[in-house]
């Protein structure tokens, strides 16, 4: 069955840097686009960043731009998120997903890591 599992979170210090993991297995994953989301407490679920199936396009929210690089490996099946300066607005739960718009559209989602930035 499909599934999506994300890794890496952690508690760091501001300015730190973590590396987030989302192994995916029972889907092409080649042939799907990748994200990261986030939820804060208390705030709504947000676009973090995204990468093209292949990996040529990659997008981000204008808070991360600069400090986050979402990179994917399609022989080992893996996202990554790279955080780097990391800031206490940055504590949430990050998700990862993949999605294909085909003859129906599917959505995949990971059961979410916990990134805490505290001193």
């Known amino acids: 069955q499909v599934q999506l599992v994300e890794s890496g979170g952690d508690l760091v210090q501001p300015g730190g840097s973590l590396r987030l993991s989302c192994a995916a297995s029972?889907?092409?994953?080649?042939?799907?686009?990748m994200s990261w989301y986030r939820r804060a407490p208390g705030k709504e679920r947000e676009l973090v960043a995204f990468?093209?199936?292949?990996?040529?396009?990659?997008n981000y929210a204008d808070s991360v731009k600069g400090r986050f690089i979402i990179s994917r490996d399609n022989t080992k099946n893996t996202m990554y998120l790279q955080m780097n300066s990391l800031k206490a607005e940055d504590t949430a739960v990050y998700y990862c997903?993949?999605?294909?718009?085909?003859?129906?559209?599917?959505?995949?989602w990971g059961q979410g890591t916990q990134v805490t930035v505290s001193s």
């Open positions: 997903n993949a999605r294909l718009r085909a003859v129906k559209l599917y959505d995949y």
């Open positions: 029972g889907f092409t994953f080649s042939s799907y686009g």
């Open positions: 990468i093209s199936s292949r990996g040529g396009i990659t």
